[in-house]
């Protein structure tokens, strides 16, 4: 019996030291955004160092990030390991007063492994192994990929877990859960089918195998779908979304296996997190439950138009304002970890950007609430892939390039806002009347994108276009998954979520009867869980809530248009339509007016005890119909609203309203008598910042 509790203290005191902490602990209120640097010591000469290190200090950073790929560098040869260098880095950031980032360097294995286990390496559709000399190559679930991999982190986290200058780590790099068809992964994918679906007769259901005879007997017979093989139509979509599931898992599992590595390790002083992309698509960042937090990577401009002729010089907000409402959760903190300096290497158009938008992106940031902000990289190397990807200093390692005199005037900014912040300033109450959920799911991202059904859907995008039209009404948005708690939010918008079951849809009939505000569109509560359509009228589920039936759907050509009424106003579509039939004439807020379904209602709304619903049953381009409706929805429930344009986002944070504008023309603010300028003017210049109290 003894030895009974003696067990269940040690798994209990395991669990603990294995378990994300509270991360706001890392990053007082009163130093607001701190601001980093990516260097790379690795790829200069010695003599270089500590001019850089002591440049990057009297710039004004306050960390510096190191080590994510190093593995060559930490370990020469298998276990012959060199910290040397990494110690005098780190050394010298000590005594230049920064404190340090490190990132497990698993983003490449060193060429000695590679060329001793070649069996490390994904596989991609092809059926060939991937090859030394790029990132992200690895096996997630190879045993002997893990077991290098534990070997370098745990001497790292032995070596500076309990050093005062390293506050943080970030495992890997970019984490992108790539498809992997390897031996490891074939025998991990029939591993985690069989856990998921239990039996081989539960699978061959999930996957609607009687169809074309697709019928397994046991799972030792699956092997992954691939759709360059099978053919891109005729590929099971169910078995493609358990693989999407499956590889978000495995990537999701590697991070949280580093974590486990690091946290008895390291001092209760340093972080745990990682750097997803800013719109990450196979990966999915709430799998994981090992990291203190989650940070992002956003490169917001790539040379496309974007807004206006200035567009192509400020970037797509899109990018960023999806990012900030998605990675920082109330809850909890986050950052981002790599920020573009300027030009890219890699974009289709590789332009300058106007001098300013790097000051404008770091504030839209701020304005977001993030704790940290960091940019790839400090110095622009002069050899290999990235050669032409700009730094804070241009190619001779000293002179800033125009990024890095913006990042320099923010940095000096913030010093401003610091001396300005106040500790008891609380949101005002307009804004948390106006907060807004909007409901993510990455399996419905993937399953929508199988099946577009149409050329001119875009799953990221239409959500995008309801995320943009909340913040153009000055409301808090914030993008939740489908556990979080609903009632914080008087308005919640859920766009095309197609996967429901009843405990969900009862989720959201509590949360309207309770006085909840809810907006529903096309494509929500067509499927169960495994991908199937309901054996029943489409989105029967749906319907007590819509108080409606929907017929069908349609859609249009490009370039045509269809027309819809709606309070004496004509609208356009072409995208997706709903072909609704309200129980309830009264309830119908728009109609169609052309086609052959002439008269059918396209939106709806209903009363569900003290809240209502909303079903907005088409997707335009423009967004004007869908704007219209949500105003509506706010207005009905004594919400106010803003009326911002285009690429003009107005925050508030700590105190601070923040304005940042990505537009071609300046946005005059109406500000009130009292408000007080601390940065810029009451005219937002494009590509401009103002910031008041």
Request: hydrophobic letters at 35%; glycine letters at 8%; aromatic letters at 14%.
């Amino acid at each position: 019996m003894k030895n009974l509790f003696l067990k269940l203290v040690w798994c209990f005191l395991v669990t603990l030291s294995v378990s994300a902490q509270d991360a706001s602990k890392y990053f007082p209120k009163e130093d607001l955004m701190s601001i980093g640097i990516y260097y790379y010591p690795e790829h200069w000469d010695k003599n270089d160092w500590e001019r850089d290190v002591k440049n990057i200090s009297e710039i004004g950073f306050e960390f510096i990030h190191l080590a994510e790929f190093a593995w060559i560098n930490l370990e020469p040869q298998e276990g012959v390991y060199d910290f040397n260098w990494l110690d005098e880095v780190i050394g010298l950031a000590e005594k230049y007063k920064l404190k340090v980032i490190l990132g497990t360097p698993t983003a490449i294995a060193p060429v000695w492994l590679g060329i001793k286990h070649p069996e490390i390496y994904a596989m991609g559709s092809n059926y060939l192994r991937a090859e030394h000399g790029t990132r992200a190559q690895q096996s997630l679930c190879n045993e002997t990929w893990r077991d290098f991999s534990k070997k370098i982190i745990t001497k790292l986290g032995e070596r500076y877990g309990q050093n005062s200058t390293v506050i943080g780590w970030q495992l890997d790099n970019e984490p992108e859960a790539k498809e992997d068809y390897s031996p490891s992964s074939q025998k991990a994918f029939q591993k985690w089918l069989q856990k998921k679906h239990k039996t081989i007769e539960g699978l061959n259901h999930a996957w609607g195998n009687a169809f074309w005879s697709q019928t397994y007997s046991n799972f030792n017979q699956i092997k992954i779908h691939n759709a360059n093989h099978v053919g891109w139509w005729g590929t099971n979509p169910h078995a493609l979304l358990d693989f999407k599931r499956y590889s978000a898992d495995t990537q999701a599992g590697f991070l949280d296996f580093q974590a486990e590595i690091l946290r008895p390790l390291i001092s209760k002083k340093q972080y745990i997190t990682t750097n997803y992309t800013a719109t990450t698509y196979g990966a999915d960042p709430q799998r994981t439950d090992k990291l203190d937090f989650n940070a992002f990577t956003s490169y917001p401009n790539k040379g496309q138009a974007n807004i206006g002729e200035n567009g192509f010089r400020l970037g797509d907000p899109k990018e960023l304002s999806f990012a900030l409402s998605y990675f920082k959760q109330p809850e909890n903190v986050s950052g981002i970890m790599e920020l573009q300096p300027g030009f890219v290497n890699w974009g289709n158009i590789n332009p300058l950007l106007q001098p300013g938008a790097l000051r404008m992106w770091l504030y839209h940031c701020f304005g977001g609430d993030l704790s940290f902000a960091c940019s790839y990289r400090y110095r622009q190397i002069n050899y290999s892939a990235e050669q032409y990807h700009s730094g804070i200093t241009t190619l001779d390692g000293v002179i800033l390039s125009q990024g890095g005199k913006d990042y320099k005037q923010v940095i000096e900014e913030m010093k401003e806002l610091r001396a300005a912040y106040n500790p008891n300033a609380k949101m005002p109450s307009e804004l948390k009347k106006r907060k807004t959920a909007l409901l993510w799911s990455h399996d419905n991202w993937w399953g929508l994108s199988r099946q577009k059904q149409t050329s001119q859907w875009n799953t990221l995008g239409f959500f995008q276009k309801y995320l943009e039209i909340v913040k153009s009404f000055g409301a808090p948005a914030q993008i939740i998954n489908e556990t979080d708690n609903l009632n914080d939010y008087h308005v919640v918008v859920i766009p095309a979520f197609e996967m429901v079951d009843n405990a969900l849809i009862k989720k959201w009939e509590d949360y309207v009867k309770q006085g909840g505000n809810l907006v529903l569109t096309v494509r929500t509560g067509v499927k169960d869980r495994n991908g199937h359509l309901f054996q029943s009228a489409y989105a029967e589920k749906i319907y007590p809530l819509i108080d409606a039936k929907i017929e069908y759907f349609d859609h249009l050509l490009p370039h045509t248009n269809g027309t819809i009424e709606s309070s004496g106003n004509t609208y356009y579509w072409n995208n997706w339509a709903d072909l609704v039939e309200a129980n309830h004439e009264e309830n119908v807020l728009a109609t169609y007016t052309n086609q052959f379904y002439t008269g059918k209602a396209a939106v709806v709304i209903n009363k569900i005890g003290k809240g209502t619903v909303t079903y907005i049953g088409v997707d335009t381009d423009d967004a004007d119909l869908e704007k219209y409706i949500l105003k509506a929805v706010y207005s009905n429930a004594n919400i106010s609203t803003e009326n911002y344009p285009e690429g003009v986002y107005v925050q508030w944070r700590d105190g601070f309203w923040v304005a940042v504008n990505y537009s071609s023309k300046a946005y005059s603010l109406e500000l009130s008598n009292k408000a007080e300028i601390l940065i810029g003017t009451k005219m937002v210049e494009s590509g401009g910042v103002t910031i008041w109290k």
